[in-house]
């Protein structure tokens, strides 16, 4: 039997500018449960006269972070719910929000691994909660990401992720860059591609769980590449955003 | 709870009407599946009638050409908050279906499954009379492999995931049972205007 989620009023108690176009909220919770990385709480507005309108957004912390979640948002152009959070939402806002939600994208340590994590953009933040969870239970399970951005100040996270990589011989970071990497840059410069998932998947063995989350056209195509690569399909979850681009 | 210096976004009184509570309006067609896409060949593909009928009923893709069509045009509302109006089908009637097999008195509930193990559940009376249909083609187009190609279950009164996606059977059942989502939080039965999304809702 599943909990009944209730709404509940969430503190904003910190606001952090990840990119240009992300910022990280950090909510109080006055029932807070511990949720599984990789589940999504939903948010409700409502405006002075009942309209209301609701979005879900990932978890970005670990459940190991008693009392409080992290929700980071990208700024969609255009956007009802992630322009009012960018624009007017400041610490010490009170926010309705539910969850935590969705049970099969989801990673902790009990799974095991080898775990490799395939990011595009925003499509990052379910797996940030997995590798923070690892990191604060301490796990020495083999965990690879691929991380997929337009350009370096479009990566979110890059200094908790340069930090995590150097400290955990056993967790690596691969960025890849579609439109502009860095000055001197030595690493990939492409879309995911299959040659790039053989190449970063291989260290890990044919045993490993894989999750991708990202835009549809990314995710569409890793997973069609790891399931032609032999992957058996259970092992692979995903989780797609935006439109199909078609 | 009034939101702080929130005013929403509203639409033209005959969509806002359109839009069950808390869902927002799309015009994009956002894919959503929890692991990789299938890719069935149709000479492999094949759709059956199951559980409680007198004797099971199975067609291939070239048989399934055949049964007659209608044309659907749907407003569908997903739990991950959008909805998309007016969206264009072609596809067979489930009571067309139907009037292949027998189905037993005690026949109350369906469990739909698809090729890649997913499964929904649904009263079998929310299926007849128009109520649902199995599409294979979109905007005048064949059914896109992400969308659910080469056909899916669509069902426009329930969230969308009740529209299983590359479908290969109904199983009718006694009692009702939770399907993929349904086992995983998310509400047995999914009527987008009662807001039921999540267990317990």
């Known amino acids: 039997m599943q909990p009944v ?9 910190a606001i952090r500018a990840e990119t240009p176009q992300t910022k990280s909220f950090t909510l109080a919770l006055p029932q807070w449960m511990a949720h599984q990385p990789g589940q999504h709480y939903d948010v409700r507005l409502t405006a002075p006269d009942g309209y209301q309108t609701e979005r879900s957004y990932s978890v970005a912390s670990e459940p ?9 948002v990208e700024r969609i ?23 935590p939600v969705g049970g099969y994208f989801v990673w902790g340590i009990e799974l095991g691994g080898p775990l490799m994590l395939i990011g595009g953009g925003s499509g990052v933040v379910p797996l940030m909660a997995m590798m923070r969870h690892r990191d604060a239970c301490k796990s020495t399970i083999p965990t690879r990401l691929l991380y997929s951005s337009r350009t370096p100040e479009d990566v979110i996270y890059q200094n908790e992720l340069n930090e ?36 970063v998947l291989g260290p890990l063995g044919g045993s490993a769980r894989v999750y991708v989350c990202g835009p549809t056209l ?12 032999g992957l058996p399909q259970a092992r692979i979850r995903t989780e797609r955003f935006g439109p199909t681009g078609k | 709870m009034i939101s702080r210096g929130f005013s929403g976004r509203r639409r033209p009184a005959d969509v806002e009407k359109r839009l069950p509570p808390g869902q927002y309006l799309t015009t994009d067609f956002p894919v959503l599946s929890a692991g990789p896409t299938p890719h069935t060949p149709l000479d492999k593909w094949t759709f059956i009638l199951e559980g409680l009928v007198q004797s099971p009923k199975r067609w291939t893709w070239e048989e399934f050409q055949k049964l007659p069509t ?22 067979v009637t489930v009571d067309a279906l139907l009037e292949a097999v027998q189905l037993l008195p005690n026949a109350q509930f369906v ?42 279950l669509v069902v426009p009164h329930l969230y969308f995931w009740k ?21 995983l939080g998310y509400h047995i039965h999914g009527d987008p205007w009662k807001e039921e999304r999540y267990s317990g809702d």
């Open chain 2, 70 to 91: 209608q044309t659907f045009t749907v407003d569908i509302s997903c739990v991950t908050k959008w909805t998309k109006l007016d969206m264009k089908w072609r596809g």
């Open chain 2, 163 to 183: 529209s299983a996606k590359w479908i290969r059977g109904l199983r009718f059942m006694e009692r009702n049972e939770p399907g993929f989502w349904e086992a």
């Open chain 1, 218 to 229: 990314l995710v569409e195509s890793v997973a069609d590449g790891l399931v032609e690569m």
């Open chain 1, 64 to 72: 190991e972070r008693v009392g409080v979640i992290e929700l980071t």
């Open chain 1, 5 to 13: 989620l209730e709404w509940q009023i969430a503190s904003v108690t």
């Open chain 1, 77 to 99: 152009a255009d956007g009802e719910v992630s322009s009012y959070l960018h624009d007017v939402v400041i610490v010490g806002d009170k926010l309705e929000v539910r969850g």
């Open chain 2, 111 to 152: 469990m739909a499954f698809s090729n890649g193990g997913y499964t929904t559940n649904i009263p079998l009376d929310e299926l007849v009379k128009g109520q649902a249909f199995i599409a294979y083609e979109y905007d005048d187009k064949e059914l896109a492999p992400e969308h659910g190609g080469p056909a899916r």
């Open chain 1, 164 to 199: 995590l990589a150097r400290k955990d011989r056993m967790l690596e970071v691969i960025f890849t860059f579609t439109r502009q990497a860095p000055a001197g840059w030595s690493g990939y410069k492409r879309r995911i591609d299959r040659a790039m998932l053989s190449d």
